[in-house]
């Protein structure tokens, strides 16, 4: 019988997480569960640092139905686990994208890429969900995204986010 040292949380987040990490249009390693890696000065990024760490991702557990675990009564020793994670993904703004319209299309074009590419040789995370040792992403749902307002540019530098909903796990 396997044993889960980590308990059985933690796995399905960092599966997740290096699901993402495996697409082949992620082009880096900022991946991050729960929290964004210490600022320099100890306390608060400053608009460089933040331009300097994009892009990134960061996955935290939902609350609510974050994480389940269920059983069948005639199965009662056999559980189903089951969840939801947020994701953050950020991007700086090119230098090159002048229009909302140019902007729209570069985050539609970099996210749907990194979500879905139907193209085994180029996997996104859809592409990659169930295969060994992976969970299986029953439902990827896009939410807000767009670029910082103007007004907070200068203290948190200028980017586009997009907030993503994952759900994994087996409907049984």
């Known amino acids: 019988m396997s044993t889960l040292p980590d308990g059985p949380m933690l796995p399905a987040i960092a599966a997740v997480r ?4 495996d697409c082949h249009f992620w082009s880096n390693d900022r991946v991050f569960i ?3 890696p210490a600022p320099q000065n100890g306390n608060t990024f400053t ?19 974050g994480w389940t675990a269920r059983t069948a009564s005639v199965a009662a020793d056999c559980y189903i686990a089951s969840g ?5 993904f950020e991007w700086a703004v090119p230098d090159d994208v002048e229009t909302p319209h140019d902007m ?3 985050i539609l074009t970099d996210l749907g890429r ?4 139907q193209n085994p040789e180029q996997p996104g995370l859809l592409d990659l969900s169930g295969q060994p040792g992976r969970p299986l992403i ?10 910082v307002p103007e007004k907070d540019v200068e203290h948190v ?4 986010a997009a907030a993503i909903d994952i759900q994994w796990g087996i409907d049984g």
């Open 18 to 21: 290096q699901m993402i990490l």
């Open 34 to 36: 729960d929290a964004l």
């Open 47 to 65: 608009a460089s640092e933040l331009t300097e760490l994009r892009p990134f991702a960061l996955l935290e557990q939902s609350g609510g139905d």
């Open 84 to 88: 939801h994670i947020s994701a953050q």
């Open 104 to 106: 729209g299309v570069k």
């Open 114 to 117: 990194v979500l879905w590419t």
């Open 138 to 147: 029953r439902r990827i749902t896009v939410g807000d995204y767009g670029r």
């Open 157 to 160: 530098g200028d980017y586009v």
